[in-house]
């Protein structure tokens, strides 16, 4: 059942062996309500969060995916700019060697069954979210889009369904 899975692109030579069922076997506290390709046909990070870099996942996750060769706010479900550069992201010790590109990276390769050490911050980092989730129920009328689009957009990018709240 297990799969490995040689990643080499601009970022990583990488090497994972993919242990879980595709989109199954999710730990316990964790339950995204977005899959991976949901999430690229809605519109997450400006289009660019691969940099054109995504071979090593489904190429049906990509088929109606909104990709941009440079960031574009348009290219985002909300679109609004929601996300710090990965720079950022750098500074401040959320980027591990495992996944370089981030969260959204580690998230896809979950999604494929990859189980690594990291999953227990990464999910603690995901149930964190919880927070803007509040705001936006305390502050908007359940299904009103235009209310709070950055934070709606900001959980887009963590897998919850910012259009149900």
């Not at 062996?17 to 899959?35: H, I, N, Q, R, W």
């Not at 009328?141 to 919850?160: F, K």
């Amino acid at each position: 059942m297990s799969r490995t899975v040689h990643v080499k692109d601009s970022r990583q030579q990488y090497t994972y062996v993919c242990t879980a069922a595709v989109g199954k076997d999710f730990a316990e506290d964790f339950k995204p309500e977005l899959s991976p390709k949901e999430m690229l046909a809605l519109g997450i990070f400006g289009g660019v969060y691969f940099e054109g870099e995504y071979e090593e996942f489904p190429a049906d996750w990509f088929k109606n995916a909104k990709l941009s060769d440079d960031y574009d706010k348009q290219s985002n479900y909300y679109m609004v700019k929601a996300s710090q550069p990965l720079e950022e992201w750098q500074r401040k010790g959320w980027i591990h060697d495992e996944d370089p590109r981030g969260w959204f990276q580690w998230y896809c390769r979950y999604y494929l069954g990859r189980r690594i050490e990291d999953d227990v911050r990464q999910i603690k980092r995901w149930k964190n979210m919880t927070r803007h989730i509040g705001q936006i129920k305390a502050h908007c009328q359940p299904g009103d889009e235009l209310c709070r689009p950055v934070q709606r957009q900001a959980v887009l990018h963590w897998a919850y369904d910012s259009r149900k709240m």
